[in-house]
């Protein structure tokens, strides 16, 4: 490497020039040295290897989900996880040559996934509402004398729902933790290994 200073030939591994004391590598900030340790094709491996994931928790789950033997909350709380747990544990092992490198790749394979079920998320949500403006108006000649009452309903929100809340934006959290752990595991497998 080559001073910028004086022009001196140094080693390739040296911080300063041996002849002038110049600093040879800038230092860089905190957002720098994270878009560096990115590597986008191990986290869309670890994304690939999530949707397989998700495709085999449906199969196993979807015959006790059918029989009414599994709670859909813990379902969804068990797939997500372990989408994350095994898509960041691949990243980690094809990107992560240290456990900083992994987990950062974790984190951003986990973030990408999350956007992207959003996204899905976001889509079947939309369906589902013009879906059921469409039925809602093809029933609205219907007289309003035929239909039941409704009973009122109350427009608080009762302890039981706040700590469901309270879980689910700590289960959300929860996501990111196990995706950059899942990520440094996997570089630490990597090296463990010698992969």
Do not use: H
């Given at each position: 490497?080559?001073?910028?200073?004086?022009?001196?030939?140094?080693?390739?591994?040296?911080?300063?020039?041996?002849?002038?004391?110049?600093?040879?590598k800038e230092s860089q900030g905190?957002?720098?040295?994270?878009?560096?340790?990115?590597?986008?094709?191990?986290?869309?491996?670890?994304?690939?290897?999530?949707?397989?994931?998700?495709?085999?928790?449906?199969?196993?789950?979807?015959?006790?989900?059918?029989?009414?033997?599994?709670?859909?909350?813990f379902y969804i709380v068990v797939?997500?996880?372990?989408?994350?747990?095994?898509?960041?544990?691949f990243t980690g092992i094809l990107?992560?040559?240290?456990?900083?490198?992994?987990?950062?790749?974790?984190?951003?394979?986990?973030?990408?996934?999350?956007?992207?079920?959003?996204?899905?998320?976001?889509?079947?949500?939309?369906?589902?509402?013009?879906?059921?403006?469409?039925?809602?108006?093809?029933?609205?000649?219907?007289?309003?004398?035929?239909?039941?009452?409704?009973?009122?309903?109350?427009?608080?929100?009762?302890?039981?729902?706040?700590?469901?809340?309270?879980?689910?934006?700590?289960?959300?959290?929860?996501?990111?933790?196990?995706?950059?752990?899942?990520?440094?595991?996997?570089?630490?497998?990597?090296?463990?290994?010698?992969?």
């Open positions: 490497m080559y001073c910028k200073k004086c022009e001196y030939k140094n080693k390739d591994e040296a911080k300063y020039c041996k002849k002038c004391g110049a600093a040879l905190f957002i720098q040295k994270i878009n560096q340790s990115i590597n986008i094709l191990s986290v869309l491996i670890g994304l690939f290897t999530s949707v397989l994931v998700l495709i085999g928790g449906s199969l196993l789950f979807g015959s006790l989900m059918a029989t009414g033997n599994l709670d859909i909350r797939v997500f996880y372990s989408m994350v747990i095994v898509g960041s544990l990107s992560g040559y240290t456990p900083w490198e992994g987990a950062i790749n974790g984190g951003v394979m986990t973030l990408l996934m999350v956007i992207n079920l959003g996204f899905l998320l976001g889509v079947i949500w939309f369906i589902t509402v013009g879906v059921t403006a469409a039925i809602a108006s093809a029933f609205s000649s219907i007289p309003m004398s035929t239909l039941p009452a409704t009973p009122p309903t109350s427009t608080g929100i009762d302890m039981g729902s706040a700590v469901n809340i309270i879980l689910d934006i700590l289960a959300f959290l929860g996501l990111f933790a196990a995706g950059i752990i899942g990520g440094a595991a996997g570089s630490y497998i990597k090296n463990a290994v010698k992969l």
